[in-house]
């Protein structure tokens, strides 16, 4: 019913940005939520941050003050600008889609950043 797809991931040094897209595509219902998780080898998988249809956000506590999320609803696309990476930082980050009206649940296939010189 919906497709996630990551890109932006990669490899930057300590103290360095990226930028995280996801596009969704699909039946994708006009109230959602977005979100971005995190998975390092190991290790749970977490949420980072997420995002409501009004623009609500939340963060972990880890991110506050370096991580922004945002979405373009008329891309059907939500970003997370990461500032200040470090080595811990490093993970998998998993785009997230929930259709509240439908209750439906959907992941993207995960994008690799690792913080490291």
């Known amino acids: 019913q919906v497709q996630l797809v990551e890109s932006g991931g990669g490899l930057v040094q300590p103290g360095g940005s990226l930028r995280l897209s996801c596009a969704a595509s699909g039946s994708i219902f006009s109230i959602n939520l977005m979100g971005w998780y995190c998975q390092a080898p190991g290790k749970q998988r977490e949420l980072v941050a997420a995002?409501?249809?009004?623009?609500?956000?939340k963060y972990a506590d880890s991110v506050k003050g370096r991580f922004t999320i945002s979405r373009d609803n008329a891309k059907n696309t939500v970003y997370l600008q990461m500032n200040s990476l470090t080595p811990e930082d490093t993970a998998v980050y998993y785009c997230?889609?929930?259709?509240?009206?439908?209750?439906?649940?959907?992941w993207g296939q995960g994008t690799q950043v690792t913080v490291s010189s």
């Open positions: 995002i409501t249809s009004g623009g609500s956000t």
């Open positions: 997230n889609l929930i259709n509240i009206s439908v209750r439906g649940v959907y």
